[in-house]
């Protein structure tokens, strides 16, 4: 079945690095990749999406890249902040599709 | 985010009860979603409507119902609850054809003693 895998499960760096999520996708027919951040406690909210007439987009600090041959998808997050600390979940969806399809998750721990 | 809301927002109940949590949206999407969080871990999705008369399961679904009273609201019952149902559920909406993401609603932490 279509299914999403994200690496790493944990995240952990040091305030002012990057940090870079990625996840593979299966169904070659997928079209959108959205991100989502969910502080503790919350709810997953939107943070940046990437379509797939699209190689790379930037939105402040935060970037998603695009691969459709490998299909593989990354978050970058430069100059991280504690903050920035979240789960982060990346998700494959076709238009007109049946559903999302989400990763597992990454934890994020930025140290100050 | 108010365009999704949940009620009730925390419930404690026993075992054998049954329970209904609620979701209500004014976004004016088709398709909402319930899906489940246990501590640590990832979403999973319970239930999922693309319209009033379309229901579907979910990777989660035994031990759940829901219905689609409206395409606004859309309700996830607990028939019979038991304690390994204690988690965090979220309902969440989508448009079809112009995908912009999916929006959650705040929560409902449920717990079965």
């Known amino acids: 079945g279509e299914n999403v895998e994200q690496h790493p499960s944990t995240l952990s760096v040091q305030e002012g690095d990057s940090a870079v999520i990625k996840c593979t996708y299966s169904?070659?027919?997928?079209?959108?990749f959205p991100w989502y951040k969910q502080e503790l406690g919350k709810r997953p909210q939107l943070i940046i999406d990437?379509?797939?007439?699209?190689g790379e987009k930037k939105d402040q600090r935060i970037a998603v890249t695009l691969n459709k041959t490998a299909k593989h998808f990354s978050l970058h997050i430069t100059e991280t902040q504690p903050e920035d600390s979240a789960v982060y979940f990346c998700?494959?969806?076709?238009?007109?599709?049946?559903?999302?399809?989400f990763g597992a998750g990454t934890r994020l721990f930025v140290k100050a | 985010d108010a365009d999704v809301t949940q009620t009730p927002r925390n419930r404690i109940t026993k075992t054998g009860k049954r329970i209904m949590l609620e979701c209500s949206q004014t976004?004016?999407?088709?398709?909402m979603y319930w899906y489940r969080q246990d501590p640590g871990l990832g979403l999973r999705l319970i239930y999922y409507?693309?319209?009033?008369?379309?229901?579907n399961k979910g990777e989660i679904s035994d031990g759940y119902s829901v219905s689609r009273q409206a395409q606004a609201k859309f309700s996830l019952s607990l028939e019979s609850a038991i304690p390994n149902q204690t988690a965090l559920y979220f309902c969440?909406?989508?448009?079809?054809?112009?995908?912009?993401?999916?929006?959650f609603g705040p929560g409902t932490r449920l717990t079965v003693t």
């Open positions: 169904d070659s027919a997928s079209n959108y």
């Open positions: 976004k004016g999407h088709d398709r």
């Open positions: 990437i379509r797939s007439n699209v």
């Open positions: 998700a494959a969806h076709r238009t007109g599709g049946f559903k999302t399809i």
């Open positions: 409507s693309f319209d009033v008369k379309d229901i």
């Open positions: 969440a909406t989508s448009d079809s054809w112009t995908p912009d993401g999916m929006y």
